[in-house]
């Protein structure tokens, strides 16, 4: 079967630098996202890697290892508006669609 | 940007009804949607996947016959919660994506409240 981890809760102060894993066991690999999801809301995009290295927007960065299964959410300069909930998810079926996605981790930024 | 309509934003019902959740990609054709639960500070629980034209694929422990899911059209996929009970209630929320594109496009979600 497929499975994907990552930590169920990360707090951080306001100003620091925050990293989220997440680590995949999948039949396939296309590519990993990484969403936010705020209190109540929808979640939105953030993020796509689909080979190994760092991608970079803005205080928001991702890496991807395909090799070691594995990716982060880099979040620097940590804002109070960013405590909210992060979860990855990997497509393991390309064209397909099959994706899997992880259970979130909520992150608490305290002043 | 991609935007996915969700509807209703809030539902407040007894026990018993059946309660129909719209979910309508707006400006792409959406080849596949999904169908998430969330329940009060916990992540979000993927439902169901639903490709336009076939069946939804539910995900272990969803009963099929309790969350009907219809994919009939490319940019329409409802959510019937049948003989809805007070433990349905939940904040629903839809998505909705092109075949190998990211990312994925998220409604605003349904509040279900079942009295």
């Known amino acids: 079967g497929q499975s994907l981890e990552q930590p169920s809760e990360v707090t951080a102060v306001e100003g620091a630098i925050v990293q989220i894993n997440c680590t995949y066991q999948?039949?396939?690999?296309?590519?990993l996202s990484w969403y936010q999801q705020h209190d109540g809301g929808a979640p939105t995009f953030l993020s796509y890697?689909?080979?190994?290295g760092l991608e970079e927007t803005g205080r928001f960065s991702s890496f991807l290892s395909r090799s070691d299964s594995y990716g982060y959410l880099l979040l620097q300069e940590l804002q109070m508006k960013d405590s909210a909930s992060y979860f990855c998810?990997?497509?393991?079926?390309?064209?397909?669609?099959?994706?899997?996605f992880g259970k979130g981790t909520k992150l608490s930024v305290k002043p | 940007g991609a935007v996915v309509s969700q509807h209703p934003s809030r539902v407040i019902c007894k026990s018993g009804t059946s309660v129909k959740i719209e979910c309508r990609s707006l400006?792409?054709?959406?080849?596949?949607m999904f169908w998430y639960r969330q329940f009060p500070k916990q992540s979000l629980m993927l439902m169901a996947t639903s490709n336009e034209g076939s069946k939804a694929t539910y995900e272990q422990g969803v009963e099929k016959d309790k969350f009907l899911i219809n994919h009939a059209s490319l940019t329409l996929s409802t959510l019937t919660v049948t003989s809805a009970h007070p433990e349905d209630s939940s904040f629903y929320i839809c998505?909705?994506?092109?075949?190998?594109?990211?990312?994925?496009?998220f409604g605003d979600g349904t509040r279900l409240s079942i009295l």
């Open positions: 998810e990997v497509n393991y079926g390309g064209s397909q669609g099959n994706l899997i």
């Open positions: 999948t039949s396939g690999f296309y590519g």
């Open positions: 400006d792409f054709q959406a080849t596949t």
């Open positions: 998505s909705a994506r092109v075949a190998g594109v990211v990312p994925q496009h």
């Open positions: 890697n689909a080979l190994d």
